[in-house]
Antibody
Framework: QVTLKESGPVLVKPTETLTLTCTVS??????????VSWIRQPPGKALEWLAH???????SYSTSLKSRLTISKDTSKSQVVLTMTNMDPVDTATYYCARIVWETYYFDYWGQGTLVTVSS | SYELTQPPSVSVSPGQTARITCSGD??????AYWYQQKPGQAPVLVIY???ERPSGIPERFSGSSSGTTVTLTISGVQAEDEADYYC?????????????FGGGTKLTVL
């Protein structure tokens, strides 16, 4: 059974750096055909893809947020970490991690999401 | 990056057919995917590679593609189908793929 679970702070202050962890089970981060993505959704708004990483360490970032994002993985811990610098209230959103399929780039399993609020 | 355009809302009566469209210049070259999201829940994949249905998704969900537009069709809509629906694709023309979501369509079952 494939599961993904996000963890991290529920509240961050403006200008701080957000660090989120996605812990996966039911598949390995060394699987060549699978990777992990981060996607966010501001309250009442649409989904927005942020970044993904594959087993060969191929990484891709949203063009609009690339300068603020870093994605990495620890295969032994089955964890993928996303950092986002210089947080702003507009970054308030539910952050999801999801499994992404190689070459076709779609999301077949999603975590439950974690709401991050940016406020002083 | 390119954009995917969806109508903000679609309304249908129970038992009718709902059609939700998604338009984008890259869709003739790239697959489209559809997700259903109910309030307070994570999205669920309902269609992949334009028209394939994952296991466990009811047969009333189907997808099609024509030129720059893809369509999610829900036949015999049920009250439980009321949700937000998002299309998604990936622009692979660059060094690394750029993943894009549409703005979402709220399906209301009258």
């Amino acid at each position: 059974q494939v599961t993904l679970k996000e963890s991290g702070p529920v509240l961050v202050k403006p200008t701080e750096t957000l660090t989120l962890t996605c812990t996966v089970s039911g598949f390995s981060l060394s699987n060549a055909r699978m990777g992990v993505s981060w996607i966010r959704q501001p309250p009442g708004k649409a989904l927005e893809w942020l970044a993904h990483i594959f087993s060969n360490d191929e990484k891709s970032y949203s063009t609009s947020l690339k300068s603020r994002l870093t994605i990495s993985k620890d295969t032994s811990k089955s964890q993928v970490v996303l950092t986002m610098t210089n947080m702003d209230p507009v970054d308030t959103a539910t952050y999801y991690c999801a499994r992404i399929v190689w070459e076709t780039y779609y999301f077949d399993y999603w975590g439950q999401g974690t709401l991050v609020t940016v406020s002083s | 990056s390119y954009e995917l355009t969806q109508p903000p809302s679609v309304s249908v009566s129970p038992g009718q057919t709902a059609r939700i469209t998604c338009s984008g210049d890259a869709l003739p070259k790239q697959y489209a995917y559809w997700y259903q999201q109910k309030p307070g829940q994570a999205p669920v994949l309902v269609i992949y590679k334009d028209s394939e249905r994952p296991s466990g998704i009811p047969e009333r969900f189907s997808g099609s593609s024509s030129g720059t537009t893809v369509t999610l069709t829900i036949s015999g809509v049920q009250a439980e189908d009321e949700a937000d629906y998002y299309c998604q694709s990936a622009d692979s023309s660059g060094t690394y793929p750029d993943v894009v979501f549409g703005g979402g369509t709220k399906l209301t079952v009258l």
